[in-house]
C-alpha cells in the first residue's frame, strides 16, 4: 500500500472517529440542551401554572365572597331550614352555573350539598377548606366527588362579624381546562390522584406507563409549600425518556389524598427531531471531510463562531427586554436548530408576560366591579336601616305622644283655669304661671311627636304641585325675619319647571325645615340660595347656605331621629327626619353635602309628573 493511501487511511481513520466522537458528543450535548431546557421550561411553566391555579382561585373566592354577602342568603342561612335553603341555592346554581353548591350553619352542619344541579350528601367534617371558613378564614381547594375533581372556595358567612355559616362553591375540571393548560404550559399533563389518572393529554396507555415509571422512581413527591419553581425529574418508560415535575392541587391531610397535575415533556423524541436535520448530511460531510480537511475546518470555525456571535448577541438583547429581536443562523445544523429555539423561547417569554399582564388587568378590572358592588349594596342596606329606624322611631313616638297629650292638655287646662281665678297680686301666683309654662313647653314636645309621626309616615292623597309657587311662598313669610339675622337670599328658579305629585303642605314643612337649619348655621349672617332645576324626568331643588357645615362624622347621621349638633335647645331633632320621611313618601331623595367652614347643600329631587325632558332650559332669577 502506498504511503499516501497510508497517509490517506490514517487521516481517514482519524477524520472517521473524529467524526463518530463528534457525533456522540453532539448526541449527548444536545441531550443535555433539551434536558436543560425542558427542566427551564418546566419550572416556568411550574410557575405559569401555579399563577394560573392562584388567580382562578383567587376569582372563584371573591365571587363567592360576593354571594355569601347577599340579605337573602344571609337570612336564608340564619333561618336554618334545609328546605328554604336549597330553593335559594337552586336560584344561585342557576345563576353562577357552579358544578358543586355547599351551604352549612354556625356549627358546620350541612344545609343544602348540591352536586352536578343534584341534591347529595356527604360528610363535610374531613374538608380544611370548610374548615378554614369556620374559623373565619376563605380558603381554596380542590375536592374529589363522584369520580371528578372539583376546584373549590369556601367562604364564611358573616352578620355584623359574627358567622351564621360557610358557603362554598366548586367548579369541575374539565378536559378543555387540560387542553388549554397544555398550550399555555407547552407540556403534557396527566391530572392524578395518588397513582390513578383522571385526566391526561396522553393516549391511557402511556399515561399509565408513565405513571407507574413515576411512581417506582419515587417522583410522585408533591413540592414543598414554599416551592415556586418545581422539582424537576428524569425517569424512564417503553423506551422513552422523559422530565417532569409535579404540581399539587389540594391542600395537605385531605381524605383523598394527594391530587397534582404531572407535566412532562419527551426527551427521546425531541433529541430525534433535533439530530434528524444533521444525520441526512452527515455522509456527505464526512467525504468533504476526507477530501477537504483544511478547507471543511476553516468553513467549520466560521460556521461555529458566527451562528454563536448571533446567540450571544441574542441573549444580550433579549436580557435587555426586545424579546422581538431576531436571530438568523444560516444553515439545517444544531446551531441553527439551537437559534430557532432561542426565538421561540423569546417569543413565548413574550407571550406570557403579555398573558400575565392582560390577566393583572382584568383582575384589577373585576376588583372594581366588585368594589363598585360592595359599595352599592353598602348604600342600598343604609338607606333600608334608615328607613326602619323612622318607621320604628315614628311608632314608638306617636304611641307615647298619644299616651301623655291628654293628662298633659288637662294639666294645661287646670293650670290655666286656677290663673283665670287668682288675682295678680295673690301669694304664690308666679309658681303657678313656672308650671303653666312647662307644661305648655311639654304640649308643644308631644305635638311635634304626633306631628312627625303623621306628617313623614301617614301618606296624603297626591295633588300636581308647582314647586316653584311652593318656594316663594316659604321665601316670603320668612323674608323678614332673614333680613334681621343678615341673610341674603337668592332665588334661582328654572322656568317651566314642571309640576311634581304630592302634598303642598308636607313639602313647605320639608322645604321650612331645610331652610331653618340653614338660617341656624349662619349665625352672624350670610349667603342662602335656593335653585330649581329639571334634570332626566325629576325636578331637584338646592337649598345651599354659607353656614359653619357640618362634619363628617355626622353626615351620616343627621337624618337619624332627635340627632341635632346645635348648641341650645331649639327642638327634638326631628325636622330632618320628618323631611327625609316625607320626601320617602313622595318617591323621591335627599342628600347633603357639607365642607366645614364653606357651607352646606341639601338636594332634594321629586319624580316630574312631565314624561319628556325638554332640550333647552331658561332660568330666571330673583332676589327677595
Not at 119 to 138: G, H, I, Y
Not at 336 to 363: H, P, V
Request: aromatic share 6%.
Amino acid at each position: 500500500m502506498k504511503f499516501c493511501n497510508k497517509i490517506l487511511l490514517a487521516i481517514w481513520g482519524v477524520v472517521l472517529s473524529l467524526l463518530v466522537i463528534t457525533f456522540f458528543i453532539i448526541n449527548y450535548w444536545m441531550r443535555s440542551r433539551i434536558e436543560e431546557t425542558f427542566s427551564d421550561e418546566l419550572r416556568r411553566a411550574f410557575s405559569t401554572l401555579l399563577v394560573n391555579t392562584s388567580l382562578q382561585s383567587e376569582i372563584l373566592r371573591r365571587a363567592s365572597q360576593v354571594i355569601a354577602e347577599s340579605p337573602r342568603l344571609r337570612a336564608v342561612v340564619e333561618l336554618r331550614d334545609p328546605r328554604t335553603a336549597y330553593q335559594l341555592s337552586q336560584e344561585i346554581n342557576q345563576t353562577t352555573a357552579s358544578d358543586l353548591f355547599v351551604l352549612t350553619d354556625l356549627r358546620g352542619r350541612p344545609l343544602v350539598q348540591m352536586l352536578q344541579g343534584q341534591r347529595q350528601e356527604w360528610d363535610l367534617a374531613s374538608f380544611q377548606s370548610v374548615k378554614q371558613a369556620m374559623r373565619q378564614n376563605p380558603a381554596t381547594d380542590i375536592w374529589m366527588m363522584g369520580g371528578h375533581a372539583f376546584r373549590v372556595a369556601s367562604v364564611p358567612i358573616l352578620v355584623d362579624r359574627d358567622l351564621i355559616g360557610t358557603l362554598t362553591m366548586g367548579f369541575t375540571i374539565t378536559q378543555t381546562e387540560i387542553h388549554s393548560l397544555q398550550s399555555q404550559v407547552n407540556s403534557q399533563i396527566v391530572l392524578a390522584q395518588g397513582n390513578e389518572i383522571l385526566l391526561s393529554t396522553l393516549d391511557p396507555g402511556q399515561g399509565r406507563t408513565l405513571l407507574t415509571a413515576w411512581e417506582s422512581a419515587g417522583a410522585l413527591v408533591p413540592p414543598a409549600p414554599d416551592d415556586t419553581m418545581g422539582r424537576v425529574f428524569k425517569v424512564s418508560a417503553d423506551n422513552e425518556s422523559y422530565v417532569g415535575t409535579v404540581f399539587r392541587l389540594n391542600r395537605p391531610g385531605q381524605p383523598d389524598g394527594v391530587i397534582s397535575y404531572l407535566l412532562v415533556k419527551p426527551v427521546e423524541d425531541e433529541l430525534n427531531r433535533s439530530l434528524k436535520p444533521i444525520l441526512g448530511t452527515f455522509g456527505i460531510v464526512s467525504v468533504i471531510f476526507l477530501a477537504l480537511t483544511t478547507i471543511i475546518g476553516h468553513v467549520i470555525s466560521l460556521g461555529i463562531t458566527k451562528p454563536i456571535n448571533a446567540l450571544v448577541q441574542g441573549t444580550s438583547e433579549v436580557s435587555k427586554g426586545n424579546y422581538d429581536y431576531g436571530i438568523t443562523v444560516a444553515g439545517r445544523d444544531e446551531l441553527s436548530f439551537l437559534a430557532q429555539k432561542f426565538g421561540e423561547m423569546s417569543r413565548s417569554l413574550k407571550e406570557k408576560i403579555t398573558e400575565l399582564d392582560r390577566l393583572n388587568k382584568d383582575l384589577v378590572a373585576r376588583n372594581r366591579d366588585l368594589d363598585e358592588t360592595l359599595r352599592q349594596l353598602k348604600e342600598a342596606q343604609d338607606e333600608l336601616l334608615r328607613s326602619e329606624r323612622l318607621a320604628a322611631t315614628g311608632k314608638l313616638t306617636a304611641q307615647l305622644a298619644h299616651e301623655i297629650n291628654n293628662p298633659i292638655h288637662n294639666i294645661q287646662s287646670c293650670l290655666k283655669t286656677s290663673l283665670g281665678r287668682l288675682p295678680g297680686e295673690t301669694q304664690g301666683r308666679e309658681l303657678i304661671e313656672i308650671a303653666y309654662d312647662e307644661i305648655s313647653r311639654m304640649s308643644k314636645l308631644t305635638r311635634q311627636l304626633l306631628d312627625f309621626y303623621r306628617g313623614s309616615l301617614v301618606p296624603d292623597e297626591a295633588r300636581p304641585i308647582r314647586l316653584n309657587d311652593v318656594l316663594r311662598e316659604v321665601l316670603a313669610a320668612f323674608a323678614e325675619e332673614f333680613t334681621r339675622s343678615k341673610i341674603e337670599i337668592v332665588a334661582d328658579f328654572e322656568l317651566n319647571l314642571p309640576e311634581v305629585g304630592g302634598s303642598a303642605d308636607k313639602l313647605k314643612q320639608v322645604f321650612i325645615n331645610t331652610i331653618l337649619n340653614a338660617r341656624d348655621a349662619m349665625l352672624h349672617g350670610g349667603l342662602l340660595r335656593l335653585a330649581t332645576r329639571e334634570e332626566w324626568g325629576a325636578v331637584k331643588v338646592l337649598v345651599t347656605d354659607t353656614g359653619i357645615g357640618i362634619p363628617k362624622e355626622n353626615l351620616s347621621k343627621i337624618f337619624d331621629a332627635f340627632f341635632t349638633t346645635k348648641g341650645k335647645v331649639s327642638g327634638v331633632g326631628l325636622g330632618l327626619s320628618v323631611s327625609y320621611g316625607i320626601i320617602n313618601q313622595h318617591r323621591g331623595t335627599i342628600s347633603v353635602e357639607s365642607t366645614v367652614g364653606k357651607g352646606t347643600t341639601f338636594t332634594i329631587s321629586l319624580p316630574s309628573l312631565r314624561a319628556t325632558v325638554p332640550s333647552a332650559t331658561s332660568y330666571e332669577r330673583e332676589t327677595p
